[in-house]
């Protein structure tokens, strides 16, 4: 459903991306990973077209993304990015039906259909009992659900997003992760909990500086060699109840002397 195909990216004098080769399929759930500045946010951005490649094809469901008119665009890939926006004077249920908005014209009135889908994705995310509330009386965690639940309601075949546990404690860091998952569509997410990445992905695309260093199932891509090259830190790889445990160690502290 979505292919890069030797892409790269540059920025002023910055080469961030440089010969990423991909493809994502239908229903699949790809983590990005890689340490700061890899080029994760930046990857995110050329699929929802706020980046253009400067080298390189990406194509949606077969057809060029330069292609898609903006509201094809909108009904296709949905996104969940770390901007806020100025939300103050809206209900959680307001935002949560901006999902709508791709699928409507000018001036079109919410059916009850469309109301019973903004109600089951709040529910789906643990906020029906905050659909009345102010948006920016909400917890960080809570606006981060909301926003999932926007891209819900817009029922895109791709949901793209950046660091979607950011703000969440760990039962919501799973919830979000798990419902994610089920839904049934491909997702492209930046993840930097490895250990969230190996238990939700199908796959992952490790970066590092720019380029693409492995790209394959969590088995593959979370190998100690490769992660302890690419963070700079010592690595150990687990396998508990089934599921891979990434563990860094801090770095050795030259001079420590032992008592
Ligand atoms: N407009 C720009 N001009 C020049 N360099 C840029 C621009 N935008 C991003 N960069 C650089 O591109 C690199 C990748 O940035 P990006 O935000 O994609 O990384 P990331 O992997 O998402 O990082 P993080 O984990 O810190 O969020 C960084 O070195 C950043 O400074």
């Given at each position: 459903m979505l292919k890069l195909s030797a892409v790269s990216l540059q920025l002023s004098d910055t080469r961030v991306l440089q010969d990423i080769n991909f493809a994502l399929q239908d229903g699949e759930f790809i983590g990005i990973i890689g340490p700061?500045?890899?080029?994760?946010?930046?990857?995110?951005?050329?699929?929802?077209r706020t980046l253009a490649p400067s080298a390189g094809q990406i194509t949606l469901q077969h057809k060029a993304l330069d292609n898609y008119t903006a509201t094809e665009l909108a009904r296709t890939v949905a996104v969940v990015n770390q901007t806020t926006l100025p939300l103050f004077a809206l209900t959680a249920e307001q935002v949560a039906a901006m999902g709508l908005l791709p699928h409507k014209s000018w001036f079109e009135q919410n059916t009850s259909h469309d109301i019973a889908i903004v109600s089951r994705a709040l529910a789906k995310v643990g906020l029906a009992a905050k659909a009345g509330q102010q948006v920016d009386t909400l917890s960080g965690g809570e606006l981060?659900?909301?926003?999932?639940?926007?891209?819900?309601?817009?029922?895109?075949?791709?949901?793209?997003?950046?660091?979607?546990?950011?703000?969440?404690d760990v039962k919501y860091q799973h919830q979000v992760l798990q419902l994610t998952q089920q839904l049934g569509v491909a997702v492209l997410a930046c993840l930097h909990d490895l250990n969230l990445a190996a238990w939700y992905?199908?796959?992952l695309l490790l970066l590092d500086q720019g380029r693409q260093v492995i790209f394959g199932s969590p088995q593959q891509v979370l190998q100690p060699d490769i992660l302890q090259r690419v963070f700079d830190l010592p690595c150990q790889i687990h396998q508990q109840h089934g599921q891979l445990q990434v563990s860094f160690m801090p770095p050795a502290q030259s001079g420590k002397v032992a008592s």
């Open positions: 700061n500045g890899a080029g994760k946010t930046s990857l995110l951005r050329l699929v929802q981060q659900r909301l926003f999932i639940a926007r891209a819900l309601v817009q029922q895109p075949r791709l949901l793209l997003l950046d660091e979607p546990t950011n703000h969440l992905c199908d796959k």
